[in-house]
């Protein structure tokens, strides 16, 4: 056997068995989307059932690129018609934490479709939009710390779940007082929520794109183009049912493959990766609807020196769709790699070159 060849196996091989490289056994990594269009339009309670048959859920929509490709995804299949969605109206003001909301000088009223989450102001209570980026809050045990990196909501909720508990609740005036002294007069997000409506899978968002003749009798939602209408839980539309826990961000601008790197671990969880045929389908479904012609940067790169490609995520490379069915190899391959528009193929690029790129983004749950 060539030696270069050994010794790239064997040093391969120590980087998965140390736990530097690893694989994975998840399956559903990026969100897959179904619409059934033998099935005929059925009641809320129905398509319920319907998606949990399948292990799925009902579509939640995270913001206007999720509406949008929703749109495209169904316009043709229904015509330009209504499909159900996964917000209920079922709840109202909530601590991320579950706590009872048993102290509140909050101001704000999330009536009439509205969805407001609380920050200190100072030392006031204050209701803003929950897509709005802020420093916030986290709590572990009885220790706050103030994290003054600018998340919205929902991002600054997962964050705390993954590095502390959760966001700051507060119970009594006591609790307050402290809060608001560690807060050192920053405004930041604290882990109060109202909103009357909750998704179906349990997920934070804060798309709420409601139609101006917004129904608050009505208990479910429906979907046409963008906007999103209260309606009759009763009446029949059409299914379309999602399952994975990370969402495909298009990013609509030209960095280099260093510059989305950075951009996608600030704003998103990191450069888009590629777990297996099912995520290869998921990206393919999800540049089917957009207009950007790519190609796109994803978080592949290639060792310099031993030239085997890894993952961003510390994940080895078990699934691959190479133009032409072939890895690039040193000496002659750039160190990059990208996703085309058209094929749907990787290909490597010079990493200075700019591009669109691909970000994904960990789905946070209430």
Not at 25 to 50: C, G, Y
Not at 131 to 151: A, H, I, Q, W
Not at 305 to 334: C, H, M
């Amino acid at each position: 056997m060539n030696p270069t060849i050994t010794l790239k196996m064997r040093l391969l091989l120590f980087l998965l068995c140390s736990g530097i490289f690893h694989f994975t056994v998840q399956s559903n990594h990026l969100r897959f989307f179904r619409f059934n269009m033998t099935m005929p339009r059925i009641i809320h309670s129905s398509v319920l059932k319907e998606c949990k048959r399948t292990n799925e859920s009902l579509v939640t929509l995270y913001d206007e690129e999720d509406a949008w490709f929703v749109a495209n995804f169904t316009s043709l299949m229904t015509n330009g018609d209504k499909v159900w969605l996964g917000l209920q109206k079922s709840r109202n003001i909530t601590w991320s934490d579950g706590s009872p909301v048993t102290f509140n000088v909050s101001s704000v009223n999330s009536a009439n479709g509205a969805q407001k989450c609380e920050a200190m102001d100072n030392d006031t209570w204050r209701g803003y939009d929950c897509s709005e980026r802020k420093p916030f809050m986290c709590y572990d045990g009885k220790n706050y710390t103030l994290v003054r990196d600018e998340k919205d909501w929902c991002q600054a909720l997962q964050y705390c779940r993954k590095h502390f508990s959760d966001l700051v609740s507060i119970s009594n005036e006591t609790q307050n007082l402290e809060v608001i002294e560690e807060g050192n007069k920053t405004n930041f997000w604290i882990g109060l929520l109202h909103d009357e409506w909750e998704w179906q899978d349990k997920s934070c968002s804060s798309y709420r794109k409601w139609d101006p003749l917004f129904n608050p009798d009505e208990k479910c939602t429906v979907q046409r183009q963008s906007t999103l209408y209260a309606h009759g839980c009763d009446n029949t539309e059409y299914t379309f049912c999602s399952k994975g826990f990370v969402r495909i961000k298009v990013i609509k601008e030209k960095q280099t493959w260093e510059q989305a790197f950075d951009y996608c671990r600030t704003r998103h969880t990191g450069l888009l990766w590629i777990e297996d045929g099912k995520d290869q389908q998921a990206v393919e479904q999800w540049l089917n609807h957009t207009e950007v012609p790519g190609p796109f940067w994803i978080g592949l790169r290639q060792s310099r020196v031993f030239g085997f490609w890894i993952w961003t995520s510390d994940r080895a490379v078990s699934y691959s769709n190479w133009k032409d069915g072939k890895q690039p190899e040193l000496p002659l391959s750039n160190h990059c790699g990208v996703i085309t528009r058209d094929a749907y193929t990787w290909s490597d690029e010079h990493c200075l070159f700019p591009h669109y790129f691909l970000c994904e983004e960990e789905i946070s749950f209430n």
